[in-house]
């Protein structure tokens, strides 16, 4: 069973920068390492449903974005540290929201709808505002 985790929210001003990380634990070894995984990120803000952001595959790391942070967050892999990451950089008040991390099984190309996903993370809270 996959556990995950994220870290590194928080509050930060307009125009800010932050860097989610999403960290994994589970019975075996092959269960927890990320890189078996595609990996989405996704976010919830109140009063609004979830919305896929961001998202790796396990093979050739292929990525996608939501049009409204193109440009603006990258999401990538350490194998090493067995993460992954969305770095945030030029953050807007409409970014805020409770950041969730997901694993799915492998594949070539991911999506950002919460279907394919089987473990979800409890959220870490990024707040943009001044």
Do not use: H
């Not at 803000?45 to 396990?58: D, F, L, Q, T, Y």
């Not at 409204?68 to 990538?76: M, Q």
């Not at 807007?92 to 993370?121: L, N, R």
């Amino acid at each position: 069973q996959l556990q995950l985790v994220e870290s590194g929210g928080g509050l930060v001003q307009p125009g800010g920068s932050l860097r989610l990380s999403c960290t994994a634990s589970g019975s075996t070894l092959d269960d927890y390492t990320l890189v078996f995984y595609t990996i989405g990120w996704f976010r919830q803000a109140p009063g609004k449903e979830r919305e896929g952001v961001a998202c790796i595959s396990n093979k050739n790391d292929n990525k996608f974005y939501v049009d409204s942070v193109k440009g603006r967050f990258t999401i990538s892999r350490d194998n090493a540290k067995n993460t992954v990451y969305l770095q945030m950089n030029s953050l807007e008040p409409e970014d805020t929201a409770v950041y969730y991390c997901a694993a799915g099984q492998t594949s070539q190309f991911c999506a950002i709808v919460p279907a394919p996903y089987d473990y979800w993370g409890q959220g870490t809270q990024v707040t943009v505002s001044s």
